[in-house]
């Protein structure tokens, strides 16, 4: 279902001050929030959607790329449609929703419950998934064209060798925290509602430990160093990504680990450019060679020796096309090289030399009242 638009949300006109979205949003805040219509799955939408709503709107910032972008203007800014980040409504509705873990106030209203199940003990035990780890990886350019293999080291969390991750000191089992029961969340009154909060305990776990692992911290996670090798592609672009599942940081209690992202960065080389699968280079040539036209050797990026046949007549900034001699793609096929010719003109004659361009302007003639060449030719 599409979206409805934030003022027709809360209400209010485009024009409204704050303190306007402010009472219009404690005002639907407090006749849908969840805990007074247990079971109303409406009234728990019309919550979020308000929720959303006014997080963006109170937002000067948010506010003004809305009014002018609509939706996408506030897409990736934070809070629009992310129950993860409202510190706005946090700050503007504590007496209404009291103090402490706010984000833990909002994972329950916005469905980021814990997951998992009951432990052996009866305890709620979470099995979360490990973190994505980011390494960041310069490579030469020939590299990043022709592909390459790369031993690389980082750090990552780890299962903690010394208690096997249970994050006992003394390997005792668990036990199920007695504050919340197990649950990971404790109940409080708090103005108008009753809202559910992280354990303090526990912190969320719904289990404690009498005697925490010293080198884990009861986390039974360890950072360790990681040495794995990486292969990236042919062809591969400056700023991609290659991505290597399982390789991030360990999960909690046995949970999947993440997965690891290598970014790539390539050196500049010193005579090539890149376009795609295309390269470029700047060839000089000499004034002869320009007028008479002839054949060159030219070194490709490979370092290979390849035949360019320059045409007679080749004006300067001249544009040649050497078919795959590019960059390869994974389809099989290579980009072409490009080589844009550089007319050296001489600084410096002998006077033979001078002699016979003296005698080629005079068999040739020269335009003393040459006309400017326009624009649109030189474009094309």
Avoid: W
Avoid at 29 to 36: E, S
Avoid at 67 to 89: I, K, L, Y
Wanted: proline content about 5%; aromatic content about 8%; overall charge neutral.
């Amino acid at each position: 279902m599409a979206k409805r638009d934030y003022y027709e949300v809360l209400g209010v006109e485009k024009g409204a001050t704050k303190d306007d979205i402010k009472k219009a949003y404690r005002r639907l805040a407090i006749a849908n929030h969840p805990d007074k219509n247990p079971g109303d799955h409406a009234a728990e939408e019309r919550f979020k959607e308000a929720t959303e709503a006014y997080e963006v709107l109170a937002d000067e910032q948010k506010r003004g790329a809305y009014d002018r972008f609509g939706f996408a203007g506030v897409e990736g800014m934070g809070g629009a449609g992310n129950p993860q980040d409202f510190s706005t409504v946090f700050k503007d509705f504590e007496d209404i929703f009291g103090f402490g873990d706010f984000s833990n106030i909002f994972d329950s209203f916005f469905g980021g419950g814990r997951r998992g199940g009951a432990s052996g003990g009866g305890g709620h035990e979470r099995t979360a998934r490990g973190s994505n780890l980011r390494y960041d990886l310069e490579l030469p350019f020939e590299e990043a064209v022709f592909g390459a293999s790369r031993e690389i080291v980082y750090g990552k969390n780890d299962v903690c060798k010394t208690c096997t991750g249970s994050g006992s000191a003394d390997g005792s089992a668990r036990h199920v925290c007695p504050t919340c029961q197990g649950s990971g969340q404790v109940r409080r009154s708090s103005g108008f509602f009753s809202i559910a909060q992280t354990c303090p305990s526990c912190r969320g776990e719904g289990y404690v430990i009498e005697k925490p692992c010293r080198d884990c911290d009861g986390s039974g996670l360890a950072k360790k160093k990681q040495k794995i090798k990486v292969t990236i592609p042919a062809g591969v672009e400056d700023g991609k990504r290659v991505v290597i599942p399982g390789q991030g940081d360990s999960g909690p209690n046995g949970g999947a680990a993440g997965d690891l992202y290598v970014f790539i960065r390539v050196r500049p080389h010193e005579y090539f450019e890149r376009d795609g699968n295309d390269l470029y280079c700047a060839l000089p040539i000499s004034l002869t060679m320009a007028a008479l036209g002839g054949d060159i050797n030219f070194t490709t990026i490979e370092g290979r020796k390849i035949a360019v046949s320059i045409p007679s007549g080749s004006q300067n900034a001249r544009m040649l096309r050497v078919r795959e001699e590019g960059v390869p793609s994974p389809s099989g096929r290579r980009g072409d090289l490009y080589l844009k010719l550089l007319v050296q003109v001489p600084q410096k004659l002998s006077r033979k030399g001078k002699e016979l361009l003296e005698e080629l302007r005079k068999l040739e003639g020269e335009d003393n009242e040459p006309k400017p060449i326009k624009l649109s030719e030189l474009k094309n």
